[in-house]
């Protein structure tokens, strides 16, 4: 393995972004997804996720190692690549170049938003509850970077599904390429909206 | 295009490898059917620039002049491509005419595709067949996956694909798509088969297959239409596999 060690990391990169990440991005906004049915649903839905066992154990195995990871090695990759979208303007260079500028927005707000909810949550400085996204998506300029944040993130996580199925070789013909690349823009939209629609709720009560 | 009598070639120039490069223009009497060649070969004949300044004539490299060698490869008004297959006619003018960025210069439109052939090498790109007696002949091919691997061995290493991937530069040591489809050309022939452990290998050390992003710019830009995207995804797939056979053990791992 020792002399395969970046191929090794790559394909971890590749993976970690499906699983656990993507799978813990579609728990995160479908359990959001709850403030929509109300404040009390969401109240409910969110002490049963803050109250499950072995919590901190979940959170740095599901959560922050491998975003850690995926974020370090990211932010390199995004350094190495040469974008030339304005000479080769083809579908899937723009994809390629959006998928690192999606990359660097997530990170920025990925760190933001958990500064502002875990980590404050953690110090004691405020409580998981409808209250505190309530307040934070009140200003309209918070509300517009967690939409550009949530859609950022989500377009990331799609179109590196697609990613994760070619690099790993699951697709190798042109045309299941094609179909994947029709699936994944699916996940996009139905994802997006998932996450947007609580957005709506929480800055607006609608 | 009768009423046309001269062609205009801006060139960016570079007198040696470490020098600063830097453009010249040339006006070239018109000739119908000219290609960029035809225009260099024009310049090389009388190598006064558009000022009416005597200069060095442009060097550029070339040998079949009928797009199956590579070796004539450079950008041409922006975009990569074999200059003996570029028609004036069918051209943009003025023509602007540039090494390829990848690739060190040597002088002015010839560089150096050296990584290209040190790639080769790291994937094995070719059959041992070399033994102490006659091995007779080989196992038979099936014609279908003939049909599919000759595509493949069209690849003239004209280094095209390298230029328009985002992910090959100076900053990244990425093998390049022509290497990894080749990888699977020598792969799918029944003699190479027996040695395709040894040519994953090559990919997956570092440098290797893993520094594709998916862009797929050199599908798209392959003067010889090989379907270097599906080569590269048959290798990620084959790579996989072997990741798995050499950790978890298997007795196909050859």
Redesign the interface.
């Known amino acids: 393995m020792a002399e395969h060690r970046e191929f090794f990391y790559r394909r971890l990169h590749s993976l970690l972004g499906v699983v656990p990440i993507g799978v813990f991005l579609i728990q995160h906004l479908v359990v959001n997804h709850f403030a929509v049915y109300g404040e009390e649903s969401f109240n409910k839905a969110a002490a049963f996720m803050h109250d499950l066992p072995f919590r901190i154990v979940l959170e740095t195995f599901i959560i922050f190692l491998p975003i850690l990871f995926h974020a370090i090695l990211g932010v390199y990759i995004v350094f190495t690549a040469k974008n030339n979208v304005k000479r080769y303007g083809f579908f899937r260079n723009w994809l390629f170049y959006l998928q690192r500028f999606t990359g660097i927005v997530t990170l920025i707000f990925i760190s933001w938003h958990v500064w502002e909810t875990r980590v404050q949550i953690g110090l004691g400085n405020a409580d998981l509850d409808y209250s505190l996204m309530e307040g934070i998506l009140a200003n309209p300029i918070m509300f517009w970077f967690y939409i550009i944040g949530v859609i950022s993130t989500v377009f990331h996580f799609s179109n590196g599904l697609w990613g994760f199925l070619v690099s790993w070789g699951f697709a190798q013909s042109p045309r299941s390429q094609k179909i994947v690349t029709y699936a994944t823009l699916v996940v996009f939209l139905v994802v997006s909206y998932i996450g947007i629609r609580s957005l709506i709720t929480f800055a607006y009560g609608v | 295009m009768a009423e046309k009598q001269t062609v205009t070639f801006i060139i960016t120039r570079q007198d040696s490898p470490e020098s600063a490069p830097y453009e010249e223009t040339f006006h070239v009497p018109y000739r119908k059917n000219m290609n960029v060649i035809s225009g260099l070969m024009e310049i090389r004949k009388n190598p006064v620039n558009a000022n009416g300044e005597k200069t060095t004539p442009v060097q550029w490299d070339m040998n079949c002049l009928e797009e199956v060698c590579g070796a004539c490869s450079m950008v041409i008004n ?2 990569a491509r074999q200059s003996c297959a570029a028609l004036v006619d069918e051209l943009e003018q003025p023509i602007r005419l540039e090494p390829m960025s990848t690739f060190p210069v040597v002088r002015d439109l010839i560089i150096d595709r050296e990584r290209m052939f040190d790639a080769l090498k790291q994937v094995k790109a070719w059959i041992p067949i070399d033994g102490t007696h006659d091995l007779g002949p080989g196992p038979r091919m099936p014609e279908k996956k003939r049909q599919w691997a000759y595509e493949l061995s069209k690849c003239m290493t004209c280094g095209v694909c390298l230029e ?1 991937c ?2 090959v ?1 100076d ?2 040591d990425f093998i390049g798509p022509a290497a990894i489809s080749q990888a699977r050309l020598f792969n799918s022939h029944p003699t190479g088969e027996m040695n395709k452990s040894e040519r994953l290998e090559g990919l ?14 050199c599908v ?2 392959c003067p010889k239409g090989i ?1 270097l ?2 080569s590269i ?9 072997q ?1 798995f056979k ?2 978890f053990g298997s007795d196909n791992a050859h």
């Open positions: 922006g975009t328009a985002p992910n530069n900053k990244s997956m050390e570092d440098g290797g297959i893993e520094g594709c992003g998916n862009a797929q710019n798209q830009v379907p995207t599906t995804a048959a290798m990620n797939r084959a790579t996989s596999i990741s050499n950790f």
